[in-house]
């Protein structure tokens, strides 16, 4: 894929970010649950 050619020749990185749908906590690319608000609702995004 170009993109992923492009990302490697200027030396980007994918980075994936993961939070809480109802409250926006920042959380561990692995978790299931929000430790702030109890929720199973885990957004995750690619970059």
């Not at 993109?3 to 980075?15: F, K, P, Q």
């Not at 994936?16 to 995750?44: F, H, M, N, Q």
Request: net charge negative; proline share 2%.
């Amino acid at each position: 894929m170009v993109i992923e050619r492009l990302r490697t020749l200027v030396g980007c990185r994918r980075t994936t970010v993961c939070e809480c749908r109802v409250c926006g906590t920042t959380l561990d690319d692995d978790a299931t649950e929000c430790p702030t608000c109890g929720s199973a609702e885990v957004a995750t995004y690619e970059f």
